[in-house]
């Protein structure tokens, strides 16, 4: 397998080596490339697991969770003859309240491939929709106030340590993506800004399990139901920055 590896690379890297400037600026005008760009993002998704908010709200010592994650991700695009795809990688936090005290905390990570057509018959501009798969794990923090609680009698009390401790669960679920992008290109850089907007939605509910995944009884269910906006850049072959 290592083996197999390298001989791709190799092939890969002989193969950009061996492109004339000129035949690299020429595919980048035409939306031709043949080597993928490095993809970067930086964002915010919005998603409500109203299952689980509904019952936390039974418990006075929890905060809801928030419904905002700022999200960070990379990845690569390729684009050839207006046929768009990309493969990214991304991941978000958000904490709602104090960190010190009563507060909630989301925490993702995901990834998936979207196929995609650019829609301008532009050397500068692209807008392209997008549908892809992925896949997505929540983890759902709840930290209590322990503020009243005395310092000695934490220090010294097992039973007050364990009844002090945040509660975490988990979910994970198979999506879809459905999304639009538009980007400003030069022909001078094998490079984009641009901004990506997508729709996540997963293929069916789920039910939230314990910090180590495992099965509880009448836990609540929740499907995945995501609007995100990101603002993307890209640039440089995966092999290295383009000259």
């Known amino acids: 397998m290592k083996q197999m590896m390298m001989m791709v690379l190799t092939a890969f890297t002989l193969s ?9 600026k020429d595919h980048w005008k035409h939306g031709k490339g043949n080597a993928p760009v490095m993809m970067r993002s930086i964002g915010v998704s919005f998603q409500q697991f109203d ?36 493969f990214n990688i991304a991941g ?26 650019d829609l301008l018959p532009s050397d500068k501009l692209m807008l392209y ?3 892809g798969i992925g896949a997505e794990i929540y983890s759902a923090k ?46 001078k850089h094998p490079g984009s800004i641009g901004l990506q907007a ?6 069916s509910d789920r039910s939230w399990k ?3 995944n495992q099965t509880l009884a009448n836990a609540p269910k929740d499907g995945l139901s ?7 850049f890209t640039g440089g072959g995966m092999m290295g920055r383009h000259k």
């Open 226 to 232: 995501s609007f995100a906006v990101s603002l993307v």
């Open 198 to 203: 997508r729709y996540t939605g997963s293929f």
């Open 92 to 117: 978000g936090n958000s904490l709602t309240g104090k960190p010190d005290k009563k507060s909630s905390a989301m925490r993702y990570v995901g990834g998936g491939f979207d196929f995609g057509y």
């Open 129 to 131: 929709p997008l549908v």
């Open 51 to 86: 299952a689980l908010n509904s019952r936390i709200a039974g418990f006075t010592q929890y905060k809801a969770l928030p419904n905002q994650v700022w999200t960070i991700g990379g990845g690569s695009m390729h684009s050839y003859k207006n046929f768009v795809s990309q």
């Open 210 to 212: 314990t910090s180590e």
């Open 142 to 187: 709840f930290y209590k106030d322990v503020t009243a609680v005395d310092f000695d009698v934490a220090a010294t009390s097992s039973t007050v340590q364990n009844s002090n401790r945040s509660v975490k669960f988990n979910n994970s679920f198979a999506t879809y993506r459905l999304g639009l992008g538009f980007s400003i290109k030069t022909p």
């Open 16 to 24: 950009a080596q061996a492109q004339k400037p000129d035949e690299k």
